[in-house]
T-cell receptor, first 115, second 114 residues
Framework: GESVGLHLPTLSVQEGDNSIINCAYS??????FIWYKQESGKGPQFIID?????DKRQGQRVTVLLNKTVKHLSLQIAATQPGDSAVYFC??????????????FGTGTRLTIIP | NAGVTQTPKFQVLKTGQSMTLQCAQD?????MSWYRQDPGMGLRLIHY???????DQGEVPNGYNVSRSTTEDFPLRLLSAAPSQTSVYFC?????????????FGEGSRLTVL
């Protein structure tokens, strides 16, 4: 089946700088996308989501950009802090499905913040 | 508010043994699911449930059974453990209204099958 992939498995960023984590998806029917953060030894935590009728969505220090033309998703984290060090997963879903049973996760990008 | 609670956190089994991973949530969520996480493969859906008495298979259901007799609990059973089932298992829940992708995950259960 189709899967979600990431461009880079690891990313190191200086504290205070902005970081961008990228994600490519291949299922053209996917219309709902989510970013999760997973800290070491913990379960994933929801960060932000975006639906396909939007190109951009902002949260606190985070922005998700969606480019449906090239099937690309990115997560921007502004003014990175040591607590941002984690593995970040993108996930996709088909909104017509009920609930979250068809959520497909990518393989993850490890973000390391350098003090 | 405990959220999603998984037990045990760690377990070592021998090939062929059976066990149950427990999952409980106190948020009155209709949807619950089990994922396994292996290095370099992200999270893969094993089984899920959209309400008490309803279960369905995910991407990798073979070797696992589930049941959902109450809204709160969603145990995952390994009937005859195999080394290929060595993994970290995550239980997750969410409300089904609003079609949000916000799954609430437990802390994980690390299983090693020898």
């Amino acid at each position: 089946g189709e899967s979600v992939g990431l461009h880079l498995p690891t990313l190191s960023v200086q504290e205070g700088d902005n970081s961008i984590i990228n994600c490519a998806y291949s299922n053209s029917a996917s219309d709902y996308f989510i970013w999760y953060k997973q800290e070491s030894g913990k379960g994933p935590q929801f960060i932000i989501d975006i639906r396909s009728n939007m190109d951009k969505r902002q949260g606190q220090r985070v922005t998700v950009l969606l480019n449906k033309t090239v099937k690309h998703l990115s997560l921007q984290i502004a003014a990175t802090q040591p607590g941002d060090s984690a593995v970040y997963f993108c996930a996709e879903n088909i909104e017509s499905n009920f609930g979250n049973e068809k959520l497909t996760f990518g393989t993850g990008t490890r973000l390391t913040i350098i003090p | 508010n405990a959220g999603v609670t998984q037990t045990p956190k760690f377990q070592v089994l021998k090939t062929g043994q059976s066990m149950t991973l427990q999952c409980a949530q106190d948020m009155n969520h209709e949807y619950m699911s089990w994922y396994r996480q292996d290095p370099g493969m992200g999270l893969r859906l094993i089984h899920y449930s959209v309400g008490a008495g309803i279960t369905d298979q995910g991407e990798v259901p073979n070797g696992y059974n589930v049941s959902r007799s109450t809204t709160e609990d969603f145990p995952l059973r390994l009937l005859s453990a195999a080394p290929s089932q060595t993994s970290v298992y995550f239980c997750a829940s969410s409300a089904t209204s609003g079609n949000t992708g916000e799954l609430f995950f437990g802390e994980g259960s690390r299983l090693t099958v020898l």
